[in-house]
Each structure stands twice: as C-alpha cells, then as structure tokens.
T-cell receptor
C-alpha cells in the first residue's frame, strides 16, 4: 500500500527554534508538494518540486522557510527561526508530473510556543 | 472575492439521505476540479475529480457536476453512511497549471446514524 509518509507527526517547540519536517513521497512519484493548513487560511501551497528541482515556492515566506529535496526519496521543510504564527498542520503530497492527482501524507502538526 | 467559494460550511444529514456541496470559482482558465475528503487527524484524500471537457462524472455513490459557463461545480453523495462524515474540500486548478489549486474553505459533513 504505497503512501506518503511524514515525520514527525507532532512537534512542539519554542519560538526561535529550528524546525525540520521530513517527507518520503510515494516511490516513483517525481513531484512533491508542501502545504500548510490553518483554520484561518485553509490549505495553502507553500512550494513544489519536480524531479527534485524547485518549480514554485511563491507561497513560502522566504526569510525563514526553506524547502529542499536532497534525493528522490526525501523532501524537507525547514523553519528557522520558528514563530508562533507558524503553528499549523504541514502536509506533504506527491504525484506524477504528467497527472493531476496528488496524494497527501498524514501531516505534521506543529505548535510553536 | 475568494477564488473558490464553498457552501455550506457545515452539513448535517440523516444516514441514507443525499448530501450536496457546491463550489464556485472565478478563474475562467481553470480546467481541473478535484474533491478531497479529510478525516480527523489525516491528510486530504482525493475522492473524485472532473476535467473541464466533462459535465458530469460518477463513481458509485459519489458524483460531481461541472457547469463551466456558470463557473460552478458540485459534489453529490447519495445514500450517505456514517463513515462519510468528514470535511470535504473542493479545488480548482489555477489556470491550466494542474499542479496548483485554489482550495475551498471546506464543508464539515455529519451523517447521523
């Protein structure tokens, strides 16, 4: 049963600390997305990659957020320094570049105190 | 206004009844419209989608209709079951970029046994 995995599932940290979230896309998928979900803003696309190259990161605050794909099986989203307003659920999704369907992971619930 | 508006925000139906969720969009270039189901503590899961060259699509108890002229699309669930209880999101592609979506604000569906 192929699925997107994310770690950690929950993270509580203090303002100013670095947060790293990891995602393993479905094997064979070449497109990876990072979303943020909050009650106020709903689902927002932060960035996405195809074949490990960033295609669009216009939704991501550049000063503190960074996204990378060190290899085809790992995507990371980092926040440094974290702020209370970053508290949200962060979802990773993956898909095949030629198709629209995106498969979401279970999310990382982040709380910044 | 919002790029995708979704109504209602909450919907309560009796088991066995039908449920209808409606979305309107503003980008006339949108050509792909997925619907996602999100259960508590999980990531969104694609349940059905429709492309702009089709007016209706059905998959067992779930159907989606699209009216491109009026720029609205709807999700229909028939013979609802308690396990249909979840939050449902509609989405519309941003122009013809099928990897980027405007998401609706979500509908919390409660199916009472």
């Amino acid at each position: 049963d192929a699925r997107v995995t994310q770690t950690p599932r929950h993270k509580v940290t203090e303002m100013g600390q670095e947060v790293t979230m990891r995602c393993q896309p479905i094997l064979g998928h070449n497109t990876v997305f990072w979303y943020r979900q909050t009650m106020m803003q709903g689902l927002e696309l932060l960035a996405y990659f195809r074949n490990r190259a960033p295609l669009d990161d216009s939704g991501m605050p550049k000063d503190r957020f960074s996204a990378e794909m060190p290899d085809a099986t790992l995507a990371t989203l980092k926040i440094q320094p974290s702020e209370p307003r970053d508290s949200a659920v962060y979802f990773c999704a993956s898909g095949l570049g030629s198709q629209e369907t995106q498969y979401f992971g279970p999310g990382t619930r982040l709380l910044v105190l | 206004g919002e790029n995708v508006e979704q109504h209602p925000s909450t919907l309560s139906v009796q088991e066995g009844d039908s449920a209808v969720i409606k979305c309107t969009y503003s980008d006339s270039a949108s050509n792909y419209f997925p619907w996602y189901k999100q259960e508590l503590g999980k990531g969104p899961q694609l349940i059905i989608d429709i492309r702009s060259n089709v007016g209706e699509k059905k998959d067992q108890r779930i159907a989606v209709t699209l009216n491109k002229t009026a720029k609205h699309f709807s999700l229909h669930i028939t013979e609802t079951q308690p396990e249909d209880s979840a939050v449902y999101f509609c989405a519309a592609s941003i122009g013809t970029d099928f990897n980027k979506f405007y998401f609706g604000s979500g509908t919390k569906l409660n199916v009472k046994p």
